[in-house]
């Protein structure tokens, strides 16, 4: 597998075989080197027993901004560790955006925060923070 440099060739080549984002209908907003922001819509198997988003699928949806943004620069990096808090309930039919910005980057390691907004009225549903290990 090549190792393109470019933030958009990256989160491109990424997706063909990230089969878990295609599901959740992941689009690229905006693609850079240690940011990105990206989008889904809640659809209703995305859905928990109280109708609103499922938190692992809120997980998910960071994780994937995670990834996009820290292997921005095509040096595989992958997730170690990964913490969640939720602050609003998202339900079916909502446009969410998940902002992924780095916080510090080292040679070896990589920590990200990401924020899920609802795009209509930018209200924050889900904080998370991301730790990857550069292979």
């Not at 599901?23 to 907003?29: A, K, L, Q, R």
């Not at 198997?45 to 988003?53: A, K, P």
């Not at 998910?60 to 095509?74: E, H, I, K, Q, V």
């Not at 920590?111 to 889900?126: G, K, P, S, W, Y």
Request: aromatic content about 8%; glycine content about 8%; hydrophobic content about 45%.
């Amino acid at each position: 597998m090549s190792h393109p440099t470019d933030p958009t060739a990256v989160f491109q080549q990424m997706m063909e075989k990230d089969y878990c984002s295609q599901w959740m209908g992941i689009e690229p907003v905006l693609l850079e080197v240690g940011h990105c922001m990206i989008k889904m819509t809640v659809k209703r198997e995305m859905l928990n027993g109280f109708g609103i988003l499922h938190g692992g699928i809120a997980f998910a949806f960071a994780d994937s901004a995670f990834a996009f943004a820290a292997n921005g620069l095509g040096q595989m990096a992958v997730s170690i560790n990964g913490q969640i808090n939720y602050h609003q309930p998202a339900k079916e039919g909502e446009i969410l955006i998940a902002e992924a910005t780095e916080v510090s980057s080292s040679k070896k390691m990589v920590t990200l925060d990401v924020a899920i907004r609802r795009e209509n009225d930018q209200v924050l549903i889900a904080s998370f923070r991301g730790m990857g290990y550069r292979r």
